[in-house]
Structures are given as structure tokens and as C-alpha cells.
């Protein structure tokens, strides 16, 4: 009975960071918008595992320029068709191992565990390897991608700012902060 319950909570977080991919990859194909999303998605989850999935995916779409800059650090070529849910659930996991208290092995675990779900069980290495090797690089990485600290705002955005605002750092500061 225990080994069930296990599994059967194991089944359900995978199954929300496998959604959280799918909500992101229309959030950025097809421009969607996740409090459209959001609601169409609860029937498949439990009502607990909500929050886990507002934050998953708000978080990404918050900070999504700085792991955009992180993936193409991490990968040879850009993922696109039909492996950009792969690139989704990457994004996913970098947002798990940089943003939220999972630990490290769980959330490279789950994420991995994820591609089953989502039909990409061929890209398992591949996730595993760009998790890890963040994981070993990291400090480097992150050096060379937060080199400029309005690393959350697009170029265009931070251009408008200081166009229009004396005050455009503090804006941006304040902007880079979670909300509560």
C-alpha cells in the first residue's frame, strides 16, 4: 500500500511538469495566453498540484529570456518542430533547479522522467545531459548569461525604458523581483 501511494504521487508530479511543458510550448508557439490555458488544464491534475503548475509556468514565462540565453548555452543546435516540447521541458527544469526549492537529483529526475509522458522518451539522454552539465557549469554559465542585469527584459523593452524613464534601472530592478 505505501509503494502505491508513492507511486501513484510520482506519477501525478511528473504528469504536472509534463503539462507545465505542453502550457509553455503554446505560450510561446502559438501565443497563447496561460490564464486561458490554466483552466482548460486543472481536470487533469490533481486540485494540490495547482500551484506547483502556476508556478512552474508563470516562473518560465517571468524569467524566460534569461533560460532562453542559458539553453543556448547549453545546446549545439536550437530545438524546433516537433522537438520543441523538448526544448519546453528544458526550460522547465532550469527553472526547477534556478528558482524553486526542489533538489537538485529530484527535479533532473523529474524532468528526465517527464519525456516518457510527453511521447520523447528519445530525448531522455539529452535532457539528462543539459540538466547536468548546468549543474556542473553553473556558476560559469550563469556568469556569462547575467553579464548584463536586465537579463529578465527583452533589449527592446529596456530601450523603451530608458527612453521614457530617467528612473529606468529602478524600474527594472523592482521588476526583476518576485512577486509575492
Not at 82 to 102: E, F, N, P, S
Not at 141 to 150: C, P, R, T
Request: proline content about 6%; some cysteine; hydrophobic content about 40%.
Amino acid at each position: 500500500m505505501v509503494f502505491q501511494r508513492k507511486k501513484t504521487e510520482k506519477s501525478t508530479a511528473l504528469s504536472v511538469r509534463a503539462i507545465a511543458a505542453q502550457v509553455i510550448l503554446q505560450v510561446l508557439d502559438q501565443g497563447k495566453s496561460l490564464s486561458t490555458l490554466l483552466p482548460e488544464v486543472q481536470s487533469q491534475i490533481k486540485p494540490q498540484d495547482l500551484p506547483l503548475l502556476q508556478e512552474i509556468t508563470f516562473g518560465i514565462c517571468r524569467v524566460l529570456p534569461r533560460l532562453e540565453n542559458i539553453i543556448k548555452k547549453l545546446l549545439d543546435k536550437p530545438l524546433k518542430g516537433k522537438t520543441r516540447i523538448v526544448h519546453c521541458l528544458l526550460l522547465v527544469g532550469l527553472y526547477q533547479l534556478l528558482y524553486m526549492r526542489v533538489p537538485a537529483h529530484a527535479a533532473v529526475d523529474e524532468v528526465v522522467n517527464a519525456t516518457k509522458s510527453l511521447k520523447s522518451d528519445s530525448f531522455r539522454g539529452l535532457v539528462n545531459g543539459v540538466l547536468r552539465r548546468f549543474l556542473r557549469e553553473q556558476e560559469d554559465i550563469l556568469a556569462v548569461v547575467d553579464k548584463h542585469w536586465q537579463t529578465l527584459h527583452p533589449e527592446w523593452f529596456v530601450n523603451k525604458l530608458k527612453k521614457a524613464y530617467p528612473n529606468w534601472r529602478e524600474i527594472i530592478e523592482a521588476n526583476n523581483q518576485k512577486p509575492p
